[in-house]
């Protein structure tokens, strides 16, 4: 992946720098990989780019393969992962290359009032919009009924922002280094409430990318990883149909899935990377996955637990929250944060003996959820 | 599918009008189709709405259930619909819901102006769009080529629209049910040198969808079609990049894979289905894919050789031309005319006597092409 931030290149070159180091860390070119499954949310409005597949795969050698550009908002490229994945093992492709990127920052051209109404199109165009509906406040009703529920403090949140913001201080490509404490978290401006500044991800511009092998060519690869699991279920929209907006039934189904996939059970999981474009879709995350139980995730977040030094480190990497959210980037940036760590290779934020991760990414109002499970190769 | 041409419904309604036709067709309902694999192209930038897959998963039964969006510019739906065959094909599933849906009339609440600029987006944003080009001038450049070339005139350009306005006016389905001439089509204002008015499609709104099962449950339904092979090939953008600009590539590359697969030769094509976005575009697919020698799409247009009494009937439906175009579902719709075709259920546009036909969707700067190959089941 490249560093998450602000970058000034075209998408396709951005793509490109995930790529090449994709391609070299699994020591093949284009002419090896047969096709792309590529993600990019929101280069239509950011950037009157459409039909990006035929060119980032010009830029990267790849013109004259089969190409295809999924869109799922934040599960861009999660889902782009599970057509791959699904692919391979059912024997369609034996290389393939996986792969999103997204440019979100006034480097588009549109400032963040802008790119705050791009972003409000994932969600629902007849009911939500119109009401003045953007994803702080989409989340934040999600919460506001988590702490009606469970009674899941404000603190908790900042809790949750402490502990990424200090995970991200430790990954070099993390768009922000910078740590934060529960003090300062409590004292920012206000978003959406219960939201304040510190409890949302930025906007950011990047890219990451995966080569996927199927199983019998893994092992004449260097250090290949096994993905055990990959689940993808929808849930309805808008908000106002769902049942439980706090449940993020979605996120439940795709871990079922994932997990019987794998044949494990959430307590086998050593470590996690979810979807926390806001503090409060981390502690929602931590307990649809069964990592902590229902009620839980804010107790959790707060007493350390969730911590790189807990029982169950959630977002070693900074998570979106400080690692940096380029929505169709971020699905793939999970599985190569999964894959480096499960190797020993995440550097300063490694982890100790991990062997199998959970990724969690999310698209709208928890409308669309991939759950993927990566495990060391026995 | 639905009708093509103005609708001033959601687009999840629209796409549901289609489907429900679909699932009635199939005698199925959402409990026994196991996924979606959806398309629209434009809708963020016409209508500030992404992630539109699980909003139409819900409003037609399907929410839980895996659905992926893909946008590939005009072959959206049909790339959809080769990842539906594949993943069906290989197991994954057995029983699949593909289609798409597109709104780009002024019901969007987009002008003319402001739809070219957002088709535009499919072109290249470094070199192309900075020009000015628009998808007019993109064409009208792959056909000054063939004019060179070949000595395609702008008359035989007309007789590609005479024929083809000619079939829509027998299709109640197609945006334009009015006939024109030689004369009238060499008589419009010009849109981009060699095309005037009537060599250009609409933009229309509208909606496609098909039901893909395993060929060991196809017996089970009610006059099953055999897909025989689908090709999908991407090609180098933007145009200056390309060695031939008139040759499309990647219509050849995509034709030669599905032709393949369904193990015949273009010589057993009975009719076919191409993406005629402009008269010079049907003229280059028609040589592409095989149906006539390179250099002899235009005059196999003149000398009605490609009309629906001819030796290879080329766009019985009327094709984007007078059909009409709502890019995401503009794949699936020819898909849908294969079907109703070989059944012999095509009504007023039925042709005489055809067992096996083609169908050409194009995205971008000719960036990608899906072709697919559809047959009567023996």
Known sequence: MT??????????????????????????????????????????????????????????????KPVQRF???????????????????????DVVLVGGVERCTPETGKD???????????????????????????????????????????????HVAVKNHGHGALNPKAHFGKETTVEEALDGPVVADPFRLMDCCPFSDGASAVVVV??????????????????????????????????????????????GQADITAEEIDFAEVHDCFTGAEI???????????????????????????????NASGGLKAKGHPIGATGTAQIVELTEQVRGEAGDHQLDGVERGVA????????????SVLEARP
Do not use: W
Not at 71 to 93: L, M, P, R, W, Y
Not at 124 to 142: H, M, S
Not at 364 to 370: L, M, N
């Open 3 to 64: 560093s998450f931030g602000v970058h000034d290149t075209p998408m396709q070159e951005l793509f490109g720098e995930a790529v090449f180091a994709a391609f070299d860390d699994a020591d093949v070119g284009p002419d090896e990989v047969e096709a792309l499954y590529f993600g990019n949310a929101m280069g239509g409005q950011a950037e009157n780019t459409t039909h990006l597949g035929p060119q980032v795969a010009t830029h990267i050698g790849m013109a004259g």
């Open 71 to 93: 869109e799922d908002a934040c599960a861009t490229s999660a889902n782009a992962f599970k057509n791959a994945v699904q692919a391979v093992e059912a024997g369609i492709h």
């Open 112 to 158: 963040t009032d802008e790119m705050t109404r791009i972003f409000a199109s994932a969600s629902n165009r007849q009911y939500e919009q119109p009401t003045g509906l953007t994803f702080p406040g989409v989340f934040a009703l999600l919460t506001k009924r988590h702490m009606h529920e469970y009674g899941t403090t404000e603190e908790q949140l900042a």
């Open 214 to 259: 199927s199983d019998d060519l893994a092992d004449s690869f260097d250090d290949p990883v096994d993905v055990s699991g990959v689940g993808h279920a929808t849930d309805v929209v808008p908000l106002a149909d769902k049942e439980q907006v706090h449940v993020t039934q979605s996120a439940r189904d795709a871990s079922a899935e994932a997990y």
């Open 284 to 314: 929602l995350a931590s307990e649809a996955l069964g990592l902590v139980e229902d009620g839980q995730g804010g107790v959790a977040a707060a007493e350390g637990r969730t911590r790189r030094d807990g029982d169950i480190p959630i």
């Open 360 to 371: 969690h990414n999310l698209g709208g109002d928890a409308g669309t959820t991939v759950v």
